[in-house]
């Protein structure tokens, strides 16, 4: 592919950054990765992909990829914590793709980031390259990483997560709020299960001031996973690190009084790994001459409507739609109409994450799970 175009840097190779490169690379731009780990690894967490969002893979080219290897569940299934009593089922399988178009599949956060590595050349990945400062002029940008490497592009696209460097240099430095809560989660094999049926559903067990979420990740079914939302005192605090392990002593005790299959499905994990969850209230935007921040860099939510990844997929599609045909001089414009049709609906999504009641009760998601990022009207900036 020709890479003649003007010259992007994308710090952070997340979903949202490898999507958005490949699809800036297919354009002709001049488009490099900056990843500040120096390996990609599958670490015990799922991920929940609505019609929405597979839309977006169905355009990169990696549905039949995800299809083969992905759990459809059957329903989103919502129970009582303690007695197991249904409060809401809402069918997915063949009547949400029959009603949205696509399908609802759940699977390895791991699983999916591969199948979007494969989309990006390796050469246009620079791992080991944390970024310590930028530099801005009307035209260009300069990158400064800790190794003294320095680089001069055309534009930045910040998807470097909701401790970015840039999002605090385009809207100045706020530490995002720790909720007093911390999500335990692993994946492990089936066969560790014993005496409980988790069921063909996504299903999520309600209780007054915590919840988990269970459901398998692979076709064949053969592996967990879960994840709860659980009270922590206000002192813990995590730089939101994916690998940092929990205590299943204390996390066995926090849902001593639910269900007795989510005991089971606790007692069967043999480690959990332990992750604050972080909020920020929407921004007011997001682009500052040619640099713009995608997914979390912007728009960092709660993980109680399963969107954030969505979110960041569907902000690549926009911005590579905006930035289709542009020239150097026209970046800054149409990285303004990016934020502009981006920002109500991300801002929309957060809102509703943070109020953590998605489909307890009976929900209607057409306006989450209709939306298509390929033909979703652009708006000027």
């Not at 246009?124 to 930028?134: D, S, T, V």
């Not at 809560?181 to 001031?209: C, E, H, M, Q």
């Not at 905006?322 to 020239?327: D, H, R, S, W, Y």
């Not at 991300?346 to 998605?358: K, L, Y």
């Amino acid at each position: 592919m020709s890479t003649t175009g003007p010259r992007i840097a994308i710090v952070g190779a997340g979903i949202g950054g490898l999507a958005a490169a490949h699809l800036l690379l297919k354009q002709g731009f001049n488009v490099t990765v900056y990843e500040q780990a120096s390996r990609f690894a599958r670490v015990g967490a799922g991920i929940q992909q609505s019609p929405n969002v597979m839309k977006v893979h169905r355009g990169l080219g990696i549905e039949k990829r995800l299809r083969e290897t992905a759990f459809a569940p059957r329903t989103s299934l919502n129970r009582d914590a303690i007695t197991g009593d249904t409060t809401n089922e809402f069918p997915l399988g063949k009547e949400v793709e029959e009603r949205y178009g696509a399908p609802f599949l759940a699977m390895h956060r791991g699983d999916l980031h591969a199948a979007l590595a494969d989309l990006v050349p390796a050469d246009k990945i620079a791992l080991n390259r944390k970024l310590k400062r930028i530099d801005q002029d009307g035209s260009s940008a300069s990158l400064f990483f800790e190794d003294g490497e320095r680089i001069d592009v055309d534009a930045v696209i910040a998807a470097d997560g909701v401790h970015s460097l840039i999002r605090d240099y385009i809207v100045g430095p706020e530490q995002p709020r720790f909720t007093g809560r911390v999500a335990y989660r692993t994946t492990f094999p089936v066969s560790l299960l014993k005496n409980v049926d988790i069921g063909l559903s996504r299903t999520k067990w309600w209780g007054p001031d915590r919840h988990i979420v269970i459901y398998f990740t692979t076709a064949n079914r053969d592996e967990v996973y879960f994840v709860t939302s659980t009270p922590e005192k206000a002192d813990w605090m995590t730089r939101e690190s994916w690998s940092t392990k929990g205590d299943l002593g204390e996390l066995q005790e926090a849902f001593k009084t639910f269900h007795p299959d989510v005991r089971a499905v606790l007692a069967a994990a043999p480690e959990v790994h332990k992750w604050g969850i972080f909020e920020r209230d929407p921004l007011p935007h997001w682009t500052r001459g040619n640099m713009t921040l995608l997914g979390d860099a912007c728009h960092p939510m709660t993980p109680y409507m399963a969107s954030g990844a969505a979110m960041a997929l569907e902000d690549a599609v926009i911005l590579s739609r905006c930035l289709e045909g542009a020239t150097r001089q026209e970046m800054n414009e149409r990285f303004k109409s990016y934020e502009a049709t981006r920002l109500p609906r991300c801002s929309a999504v957060q809102a509703g994450s943070s109020a953590n009641n998605w489909m307890r009760n009976a929900t209607n998601p057409d306006w989450l799970y209709g939306y298509d990022a390929w033909t979703a009207p652009l708006e000027n900036s």
